[in-house]
């Protein structure tokens, strides 16, 4: 079965500063992947996605993931952390070959702090 | 702007008493999903819709069930509310199963007293 890790539920990060966001999935083949994020009391929005070809992957924002097949990973980046960058960050992964079904990871909480 | 509705944001309930949360889309969609959320939790897919054809999840209770009378439209009913149901459901879209990225409604927060 399909699953998704995000270590640390809670990230702190002083503005400007790098952000990074783990992700790691297992499943024998790997998946599609993609990372949201979640405001206060709203959906989801896509940030980015990787499904197949170039695996450095530039998403909305300013952020970026990498995924990396060797490392069964798939971590979220931005250079500068803007304080409008508060949010939750969800990892999901959904099964190639059909089905769309997305699992989710549990979440990391990232702070911004001036 | 073309986007994914979902009415009410906030719902409140009594416990057993039965209750509808609707969710629209202006995408022309074929697939609808439905995603429990609890506090501080994942969002957990209980069942979607691929046109008509319904999907559910193995472990969504038979409490939760689905409608979905046309493209636009899909309603989840939950039948007999307990207080373990108070979450954020989450209604989603997607053009087709096949490496396509689903687009979130701002969800429904849903209160059972």
């Known amino acids: 079965a399909q699953s998704v890790t995000q270590l640390g539920s809670h990230v702190s990060v002083s503005e400007g500063a790098l952000v990074l966001l783990r992700c790691n999935y297992s499943?024998?083949?790997?998946?599609?992947l993609f990372w949201y994020v979640q405001y206060p009391n709203q959906g989801l929005q896509l940030l980015l996605k990787?499904?197949?070809?170039?695996?450095l992957v530039k998403g909305i924002n300013g952020f970026e993931a990498e995924f990396k097949k060797s490392e069964t990973s798939f971590h979220l980046t931005k250079p500068s952390a803007h304080m409008s960058d508060a949010a939750e960050y969800f990892c999901a992964a959904s099964p190639t070959g059909g089905g769309n079904k997305l699992t989710f990871g549990t979440g990391t909480q990232l702070k911004v702090e001036l | 702007d073309a986007m994914v509705i979902q009415n009410p944001r906030y719902q409140v309930t009594q416990f057993g008493k039965p209750v509808t949360l609707s969710c629209s889309q202006t995408?022309?969609?074929?697939?609808m999903y439905w995603y429990q959320q609890k506090s501080s939790q994942a969002p957990k897919l209980l069942f979607h819709y691929y046109d008509k054809d319904f999907n559910n999840e193995a472990d969504t209770p038979d409490n939760f069930q689905s409608r979905r009378p046309n493209t636009s439209f899909c309603f989840l009913d939950i039948r007999s509310p307990g207080l373990g149901d108070a979450a954020m459901y989450l209604c989603a879209t997607s053009r087709g199963l096949e490496q396509e990225t689903q687009y979130f409604g701002p969800g429904t927060r849903l209160l059972v007293l």
């Open positions: 995408l022309n969609h074929n697939v």
């Open positions: 990787y499904t197949t070809g170039a695996t």
């Open positions: 499943s024998s083949v790997p998946p599609y």
